[in-house]
């Protein structure tokens, strides 16, 4: 079935720098590819989404790149600042059905000043 | 405008016992996910509803069941609750004919002693 695999955290990184987080998927069909963002004792808030090949979705400074080649769809942001620290999961949204989500198991972002 | 509320916040429970959580959508949204996050784990798709009905369900037992009402509000139903069920249950709703728009809420935190 439809699956999505991000990178493991802890990502620590320090105020201003480059921020990736790498996610990969398989799916059977043409699904829609997410990122979400999840604060401390909070939901899921949408950060960007693209739904076809090669669409680039973009939000407060964070992009992503639909990669059908590479079924990729890496988180990127130039410089992260300290209210950035959050868990960012990776999702497609499955194609086949009725559009549920499926999510990656999470990365842990920590931006110190 | 409201987002999407889900009650309670928090609750305890023990082995073997019921419990029910409900989700208001956002305004406007008239189809409702569910979704259980274990702890450090990403969302699963429990199932969704549309039109008082469940139209697709991910790979949960029986044990958990839900309705959705006339107003499009919703419920999870959790019987002989185990310590696994231990978890964040997120609710998500999207509106008319928009699969891939949800809007999450903050979730319930459903601890089994």
């Known amino acids: 079935g439809d699956s999505v695999t991000q990178m493991e955290g802890p990502v620590t990184l320090s105020e201003e720098a480059f921020l990736t987080i790498n996610c990969t998927y398989t799916a059977t069909g043409y699904p829609s590819l997410f990122w979400y963002v999840q604060y401390p004792g909070e939901g899921l808030q949408l950060l960007l989404k693209?739904?076809?090949?090669?669409d680039k979705g973009s939000n407060k400074g964070f992009e992503a790149t639909y990669r059908k080649e590479t079924t990729s769809f890496h988180l990127e942001k130039g410089s992260v600042q300290v209210s950035d620290s959050a868990v960012y999961f990776c999702?497609?949204?499955?194609?086949?059905?009725?559009?549920?989500?499926?999510f990656g198991a999470g990365t842990r972002l920590a931006v110190h000043p | 405008d409201a987002g999407v509320t889900q009650s309670p916040t928090h609750l305890i429970k023990t082995r073997g016992q019921q419990v029910t959580l409900r989700c208001s959508p956002k305004?406007?949204?008239?189809?409702v996910s569910w979704y259980q996050q274990a702890l450090g784990q990403g969302p699963q798709f429990i199932f969704q509803y549309y039109e008082e009905e469940e139209r697709q369900r991910g790979n949960f037992p029986d044990r958990f069941s839900g309705h959705q009402f006339p107003n499009y509000s919703s419920e999870l139903n959790v019987n002989a609750l185990l310590l696994g069920d231990s978890a964040l249950y997120l609710c998500a709703s999207s509106p008319p004919g928009r699969m891939d728009g949800y809007t999450f809420g903050s979730g319930t935190r459903l601890t089994v002693v």
């Open positions: 999702a497609l949204s499955d194609s086949g059905g009725y559009n549920k989500l499926i």
């Open positions: 693209a739904t076809k090949a090669d």
């Open positions: 305004s406007g949204h008239d189809t």
